[in-house]
């Protein structure tokens, strides 16, 4: 069976992290385009496509985010399957008619999460797991017929709808990423900061790395998408 062919949306400014983590994680060929520099695939001919972390927000009123969307919203119009992390959440919420907001202040660090034991994304994965988060925005309202697949205290963490999986943690990020994401939050006071990389240790992150089984789910759904001839990638093959 060929690899899978998998558009990486790459949406951090300064990617290498990015790109090192999701390459790592993913067993499939990805295909990455810098989306905050405008560049975006020309075709639909992927198995999928995977919309990562930014520190832009989908509401902001920039280019490369409105083209980013449009293209978002006319492959999984072709049926596409996608998975979104953290602002990809975001934004594949936005463009699925779901809303998103300012929470107002900032989850960050590694933190407990639930799912409803009950998706293909999270099988394998305690109903209770563990998971680096950093953001200020947050999915407010889920899209119309989107299921809830997870949440904390801080709110959603998981969708699905349809063929679009989304999540709101980092399940990609090594202790070198959550590092240095962690000292560059300025906006959070020295004391917090500190708090935050005293706890990115090797029990937490043992304990998040579980969480990666996603990754593997996402794959074996693509795959089986693949199979029964519901990808782009898999017509043009063909």
């Known amino acids: 069976m060929s690899r ?16 090192r983590n999701f390459r790592r994680e993913i067993d499939a060929d990805l295909v990455e385009y810098n989306v905050t520099d405008g560049d975006l695939p020309d075709s639909f001919a992927f198995d999928a496509a995977l919309v990562t972390g930014s520190r832009a927000s ?6 490369w985010i409105g083209d980013l969307k449009r293209w978002v919203g006319e492959a999984i119009e072709t049926g596409m399957p996608f998975l979104g992390v953290c602002y990809g959440h975001q934004l594949l919420a936005d463009v699925l008619g779901g809303s998103v907001a300012d929470m107002g202040e900032y989850e960050i660090g590694y933190r407990e999460i639930e799912h409803d034991g009950d998706s293909v994304l999270f099988e394998g994965i305690d109903d209770r797991f563990t998971a680096f988060t950093t953001h200020s925005d947050h999915v407010a309202d889920l899209p119309p017929g989107a299921e809830l697949l997870a949440k904390n205290d801080y709110g959603i963490h998981g969708f699905r709808n349809g063929s679009v999986f989304a999540v709101q943690f980092h399940p990609e990020y090594d202790m070198q990423t959550a590092r240095k994401i962690t000292r560059g939050k300025d906006q ?23 969480t990666k089984t996603l990754f593997e789910n996402f794959t074996r759904f693509v795959r089986r998408q693949r199979e029964e001839g519901g990808t782009q990638s898999s017509v043009a093959s063909d």
């Open 4 to 19: 899978l062919r998998i558009a990486l949306l790459n949406a951090a400014h300064d990617g290498d992290h990015t790109r």
């Open 58 to 63: 989908v509401y902001w009123d920039e280019p």
């Open 188 to 210: 959070l006071s020295a004391e917090r900061r500190e708090s935050i990389l005293d706890g990115i240790d090797e029990e937490n992150y043992a304990a998040a790395c579980r």
